[in-house]
């Protein structure tokens, strides 16, 4: 089980979780940030922070999010386990599925309007 992040956190990518991981396992892609399922420890650290409400635990994520627990791991097939986001540095690149996204940055997520 890992944790992962889901689509809310297309075009916010504001990073605060990645300040709260203590094993560095959130690495940045173009649009979105990502977990890697190998290297995350289950600490749960990171969702309480994330300012969209975009990081689930696998088994809790929603079922219409439910894809981004794939998007999560299959990001990650070409790179390996890397042992730390720091080592490879921002990735220019997104899972295929959230490249094609629509730009979000105008659209008002119901998840990020929440109180
Ligand atoms: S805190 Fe949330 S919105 Fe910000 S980068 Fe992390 S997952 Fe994305
Ligand atoms: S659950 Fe813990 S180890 Fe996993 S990504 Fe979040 S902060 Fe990092």
């Known amino acids: 089980m890992t944790f992962v992040i889901a689509s809310p956190c297309v075009d916010v990518k504001d990073k605060a979780c990645i300040e709260e991981c203590p094993v560095d396992c959130i690495h940045?892609?173009?649009r979105m940030l990502?977990?890697?399922?190998?290297e995350c420890t289950d600490?749960?650290?990171c969702e309480p922070v994330c300012p969209v409400e975009a990081i689930f635990f696998e088994d809790d994520t929603p079922q219409e999010q439910r894809h981004f627990n794939t998007v999560n791991a299959e990001f990650f097939s070409d790179l390996g386990t890397a042992g730390g986001a720091w080592k490879l540095g921002p990735i220019g690149r997104d899972h295929p599925i959230v490249a094609q996204l629509p730009?979000?940055?105008?659209?008002?997520?119901?998840?990020?309007?929440k109180p």
Not at 103 to 113: R, Y
């Open 28 to 30: 940045e892609g173009e």
């Open 34 to 38: 990502y977990i890697h399922p190998d």
């Open 43 to 45: 600490c749960g650290a």
């Open 103 to 113: 730009p979000l940055g105008d659209v008002a997520s119901p998840i990020a309007s």
